[in-house]
């Protein structure tokens, strides 16, 4: 009985054994992990090669994976069908499901959190923390200050902030894009069809200006996307002083038509409604967050898009590799700050509304956007672009032009480097020449 004892404790011993060796632990992230100034820049990484994946692949399963909860926070209704929560959303669900995870008991939500209030938006974390979120998700800039407080206060979760620029080394990061490169895109459709139409007058619904460079920053894109199409174009903004209101985006896109008869309406700013009042007004727009063409098919010509999807599977796959662990998130991230583009596949223009659209605005999009992606060529370094079209094919001019706002102020000299991304990201503070604030 003894020796049967003895035989069977070291069987046991051996097969423990041989189970550890086959969950030895992974090798370290390859990446590493970003400097984390926590300054507006927010130049602290890049993100992973393969922006659909980062980290030790292996996918938690079972009960891990059935119990990870992502939350998020809303600035608008999760219900909306067009612009800046509608496509977070649709984001977020995307990537649940390509991860495996069930949007409709898996997703946490807490919407219409008005992202002024840093009580409300602490208490929509509190509520989210109480319900067991791994990771929590705020999509707007306001949402700042307390994810970043919450962050200290609950080591345990995960927090993510977007269009911000604060962050920690361990669970809190920030992620944004290279929209302005989208911007320029949609302004290429703008110009063009301006110049089909003979009038040089383009208007711009700004949620603000020259308060934020990420607003700044897509004015100036824009606008030098016009101007390649059409160098005698103005482009007249009119600034709203918040990121989204029906009735004052409304009110705005119509003092744009009927101060400066404008023929195309771009936007930054959360709903369609610049795109239904070009549509009510019977001239064009270029909208922002959401392909609008549904909204306003008889007006709307193409716009500047999120594929937020793309950010959202590799933070939360980074989320669920940190095996309950948050504070290995910053670290599987490969840094504190996500900032990807068009080569990523993480903003581009929306597909062009052929019934409206200029002839030849597809061909020339299609010419510049692989421009950007192969990184020949950036909307920011002072190479400014002219088209023609031969033939039916699309010859690209690059002109060597100084870059000046519009004080007549030299930004880059004509052959120097490009403006720097802490600048497009942080502190630009000017619109560039043919950029009027009405």
């Known amino acids: 009985m003894k020796k049967k004892l003895l035989a069977l404790v070291m069987a046991m011993t051996m097969i423990l054994a041989l189970a550890a060796c086959g969950n030895a632990p992974a090798a370290p992230n390859a990446s590493g992990s970003g400097s984390g100034s926590g300054d507006p820049s927010g130049s602290t990484s890049q993100p992973p090669a393969d922006s659909s994946s980062t980290g030790d692949q292996s996918q938690p399963e079972g009960p891990e994976l059935d119990s990870f909860k992502v939350g998020a926070i809303y600035i608008n209704s999760q219900n909306d069908t067009a612009g800046y929560t509608y496509q977070h959303h649709n984001g977020i669900v995307n990537a649940m499901k390509e991860l495996g995870l069930d949007p409709e008991t898996q997703l946490l939500i807490v919407d219409n959190v008005d992202d002024s209030d840093?009580?409300?938006?602490?208490?929509?974390?509190?509520?989210?923390?109480?319900?067991?979120?791994?990771?929590?998700?705020?999509?707007?800039?306001?949402?700042?200050?307390?994810?970043?407080?919450?962050?200290?206060?609950?080591?345990?979760?995960?927090?993510?902030?977007?269009?911000?620029?604060?962050?920690?080394?361990?669970?809190?990061?920030?992620?944004?894009?290279?929209?302005?490169?989208?911007?320029?895109?949609?302004?290429?459709?703008?110009?063009?069809?301006?110049?089909?139409?003979?009038?040089?007058?383009?208007?711009?619904?700004?949620?603000?200006?020259?308060?934020?460079?990420?607003?700044?920053?897509?004015?100036?894109?824009?606008?030098?996307?016009?101007?390649?199409?059409?160098?005698?174009?103005?482009?007249?903004?009119?600034?709203?002083?918040?990121?989204?209101?029906?009735?004052?985006?409304?009110?705005?896109?119509?003092a744009l038509i009927d101060t400066?008869?404008?023929?195309?309406?771009?936007?930054?700013?959360?709903?369609?409604?610049?795109?239904?009042?070009?549509?009510?007004?019977?001239?064009?727009?270029?909208?922002?967050?959401?392909?609008?063409?549904?909204?306003?098919?008889?007006?709307?010509?193409?716009?500047?898009?999120?594929?937020?999807?793309?950010?959202?599977?590799?933070?939360?796959?980074?989320?669920?590799?940190?095996?309950?662990?948050?504070?290995?998130f910053v670290e599987n991230m490969g840094g504190n700050a996500y900032y990807a583009g068009l080569a990523e596949g993480f903003v581009d223009a929306s597909p062009l509304n052929a019934s409206t659209a200029a002839p030849y605005t597809d061909k020339i999009m299609n010419a510049v956007r692989e421009l950007m992606k192969s990184g020949k060529w950036d909307v920011f370094s002072g190479v400014k672009l002219s088209y023609e079209v031969k033939n039916g094919t699309v010859e690209i001019s690059r002109n060597s032009a100084d870059l000046e706002d519009n004080q007549g102020n030299v930004i880059v000299f004509a052959g120097e480097p490009s403006v720097?991304?802490?600048?497009?990201?942080?502190?630009?503070?000017?619109?560039?020449?043919?950029?009027?604030?009405?």
């Open 420 to 438: 720097d991304d802490s600048v497009i990201k942080g502190s630009m503070n000017y619109n560039v020449a043919g950029v009027v604030e009405g």
């Open 260 to 328: 400066y008869d404008c023929c195309v309406i771009g936007q930054h700013c959360d709903s369609a409604q610049p795109q239904l009042v070009a549509a009510e007004n019977k001239v064009f727009g270029c909208g922002y967050n959401s392909d609008m063409t549904d909204q306003a098919p008889t007006a709307h010509l193409t716009s500047a898009i999120w594929h937020w999807n793309v950010y959202y599977k590799t933070a939360i796959q980074a989320a669920m590799d940190c095996g309950g662990d948050a504070s290995k």
């Open 118 to 254: 840093d009580t409300a938006v602490a208490n929509a974390i509190d509520t989210l923390a109480g319900q067991d979120a791994n990771i929590i998700f705020g999509i707007s800039f306001g949402y700042i200050n307390a994810m970043d407080e919450k962050s200290a206060e609950y080591p345990d979760i995960i927090f993510s902030h977007g269009t911000g620029y604060m962050a920690n080394e361990t669970n809190f990061n920030n992620y944004f894009g290279r929209i302005y490169q989208a911007r320029y895109l949609t302004g290429i459709a703008a110009g063009l069809k301006s110049k089909e139409l003979g009038n040089n007058n383009i208007g711009y619904v700004a949620a603000w200006n020259l308060e934020y460079a990420e607003t700044c920053s897509g004015i100036n894109a824009f606008a030098l996307g016009v101007q390649s199409a059409n160098p005698d174009a103005t482009v007249y903004v009119n600034k709203i002083s918040t990121w989204g209101d029906e009735n004052l985006e409304r009110q705005a896109a119509q």
